[in-house]
């Protein structure tokens, strides 16, 4: 045989050496994307965490700084404003440069706000280091989903898990800090926090980023400011997360008040509101990714949910079972429409992914950001959750009547198939 034929062989064996280094890219990849989401959730909890943690520590901070509930309520004011500060922000820079290098800075930078925050028992210095964190977690947070709405074929599945992650470290806020002030003070739990969310930081070193980086110019903004189907997306948004996190940090004082709860007690109860949407969030993933329910069609029912959940809590008729059914609905409807928002922001044909998911995000934060102050002041002056709440259930109609308006603008502007919208 001459030494320019091939023979059967030897072709036999460089095909299955091809197959067997296909078979270990595939598996490689497929490894490289759960550890992307195993990092990215985990992050998720830490940094939400900070949503709820003060919650369970306002008496304790009422008392030793001398405030009222309504200055309690400015923790989430500031926080959520950070926030919705550098959203977009944080979209544009992970378009841009990657979302690696952001996540590295903004969790470092949370890190440091959480252990400075309680070094000094005064209610400006805390509220200073507050809405630095909120920048930071702001910044992660869309990076972060940025990170997941890149996966492919996992995306859906993705951001669903990230989003659940969310709801699982407010429900840990809300458990854990009650349990951990007798032995630490409310100072120390503070700085307990600050001192795990060290971890968020360190997790993004074992993550190796295919960067895929687009200019985000000012073009770019202005088209999402122009766009009908973002800002229905972000005030449907508003009876989500925005309407959920209001809630909950706000929720240990409805308990105890209402029904005269003991702090643990309120926190338990309390932190079952995002527990439950640890489950909801990634399944309103598989859900959509199952094509058993259409993107809108989720939202729809989600804000409904939501909405009609916090009127129960509003009632003034104080029925353990009215609360219970409230405190379900606002967990589901709050938390199930997740990945909806954030897929159909990331599927826009003119507008960037991570500049879309932040602009939605932005555009959904006055429910937290105005609610917790005023639902303090509001309870502090009449004694009553009726008007309180109230304020978010106007806000829940606001975001129920986006959503069901939501899907003609998409079906214009979306690269998703009309039938999945």
Same mark, same amino acid.
């Given at each position: 045989?001459?030494?320019?034929?091939?023979?059967?062989?030897?072709?036999?064996?460089?095909?299955?050496?091809?197959?067997?280094?296909?078979?270990?890219?595939?598996?490689?990849?497929?490894?490289?994307?759960?550890?992307?989401?195993?990092?990215?959730?985990?992050?998720?909890?830490?940094?939400?965490?900070?949503?709820?943690?003060?919650?369970?520590?306002?008496?304790?901070?009422?008392?030793? &700084?001398?405030?009222? *509930?309504?200055?309690? $309520?400015?923790?989430?004011? #500031? =926080?959520? @404003?950070?926030?919705? !500060?550098? /959203?977009?922000?944080?979209?544009?820079?992970?378009?841009?440069?990657?979302?690696?290098?952001?996540?590295?800075?903004?969790?470092?930078?949370?890190?440091?706000?959480?252990?400075?925050?309680?070094?000094?028992?005064?209610?400006?210095?805390?509220?200073?280091?507050?809405?630095?964190?909120?920048?930071?977690?702001?910044?992660?947070?869309?990076?972060?989903?940025?990170?997941?709405?890149?996966?492919?074929?996992?995306?859906?599945?993705?951001?669903? &898990?990230?989003?659940? *992650?969310?709801?699982? $470290?407010?429900?840990?806020? #809300? =458990?854990? @800090?009650?349990?951990? !002030?007798? /032995?630490?003070?409310?100072?120390?739990?503070?700085?307990?926090?600050?001192?795990?969310?060290?971890?968020?930081?360190?997790?993004?070193?074992?993550?190796?980023?295919?960067?895929?980086?687009?200019?985000?110019?000012?073009?770019?903004?202005?088209?999402?400011?122009?766009?009908?189907?973002?800002?229905?997306?972000?005030?449907?948004?508003?009876?989500?997360?925005?309407?959920?996190?209001?809630?909950?940090?706000?929720?240990?004082?409805?308990?105890?008040?209402?029904?005269?709860?003991?702090?643990?007690?309120?926190?338990?109860?309390?932190?079952? @509101?995002?527990?439950?949407?640890?489950?909801?969030?990634?399944?309103?993933?598989?859900?959509?990714?199952?094509?058993?329910?259409?993107?809108?069609?989720?939202?729809?029912?989600?804000?409904?949910?939501?909405?009609?959940?916090?009127?129960?809590?509003?009632?003034?008729?104080?029925?353990?079972?009215?609360?219970?059914?409230?405190?379900?609905?606002?967990?589901?409807?709050?938390?199930?429409?997740?990945?909806?928002?954030?897929?159909?922001?990331?599927?826009?044909?003119?507008?960037?992914?991570?500049?879309?998911?932040?602009?939605?995000?932005?555009?959904?934060?006055?429910?937290?950001?105005?609610?917790?102050?005023?639902?303090?002041?509001?309870?502090?002056?009449?004694?009553?959750?009726?008007?309180?709440?109230?304020?978010?259930?106007?806000?829940?109609?606001?975001?129920?009547?986006?959503?069901?308006?939501?899907?003609?603008?998409?079906?214009?502007?979306?690269?998703?198939?009309?039938?999945?919208?």
């Amino acid at each position: 045989m001459s030494h320019f034929e091939t023979s059967p062989l030897s072709s036999q064996s460089a095909q299955a050496v091809a197959t067997v280094a296909l078979d270990n890219k595939k598996q490689a990849d497929v490894s490289s994307v759960w550890l992307r989401i195993l990092v990215a959730v985990s992050m998720g909890i830490l940094i939400s965490i900070h949503y709820t943690n003060y919650s369970p520590l306002a008496s304790s901070m009422k008392t030793d &700084l001398h405030i009222n *509930s309504g200055e309690v $309520g400015l923790f989430s004011t #500031l =926080l959520f @404003t950070g926030m919705a !500060l550098t /959203y977009m922000v944080g979209g544009v820079l992970a378009d841009r440069f990657g979302a690696k290098p952001v996540l590295l800075a903004s969790c470092a930078v949370l890190t440091m706000g959480s252990l400075a925050q309680p070094l000094v028992p005064n209610l400006l210095w805390m509220l200073g280091w507050q809405i630095v964190i909120g920048f930071a977690a702001g910044c992660a947070f869309l990076a972060g989903a940025n990170v997941i709405a890149g996966l492919g074929r996992y995306a859906t599945l993705g951001q669903g &898990l990230y989003g659940g *992650s969310v709801q699982f $470290g407010a429900g840990i806020g #809300l =458990l854990a @800090t009650p349990l951990l !002030l007798p /032995y630490l003070g409310w100072r120390g739990c503070f700085f307990f926090w600050g001192v795990l969310s060290i971890a968020g930081t360190l997790a993004w070193f074992l993550v190796r980023e295919k960067r895929e980086t687009q200019q985000v110019g000012a073009l770019q903004v202005g088209t999402a400011l122009r766009s009908p189907s973002l800002w229905l997306l972000g005030l449907s948004h508003m009876g989500t997360f925005s309407l959920g996190n209001a809630i909950a940090a706000t929720i240990t004082l409805y308990l105890t008040h209402v029904y005269g709860l003991s702090l643990v007690e309120a926190g338990v109860i309390g932190s079952l @509101t995002p527990i439950i949407g640890t489950l909801f969030r990634p399944l309103g993933g598989w859900l959509l990714a199952r094509h058993m329910l259409r993107s809108i069609t989720l939202l729809r029912l989600g804000t409904a949910m939501g909405c009609l959940g916090v009127a129960l809590l509003a009632c003034p008729f104080h029925w353990p079972w009215l609360a219970a059914v409230g405190l379900g609905l606002i967990g589901i409807g709050s938390t199930v429409p997740y990945a909806s928002v954030f897929n159909s922001a990331a599927n826009l044909r003119s507008v960037k992914k991570g500049l879309a998911q932040g602009f939605v995000s932005m555009v959904s934060t006055p429910p937290v950001i105005v609610g917790p102050p005023l639902i303090g002041l509001i309870f502090d002056r009449t004694g009553s959750f009726l008007y309180a709440y109230g304020l978010i259930v106007a806000f829940g109609c606001i975001a129920t009547g986006a959503a069901f308006l939501a899907r003609r603008a998409l079906k214009r502007e979306s690269l998703q198939p009309a039938s999945e919208i």
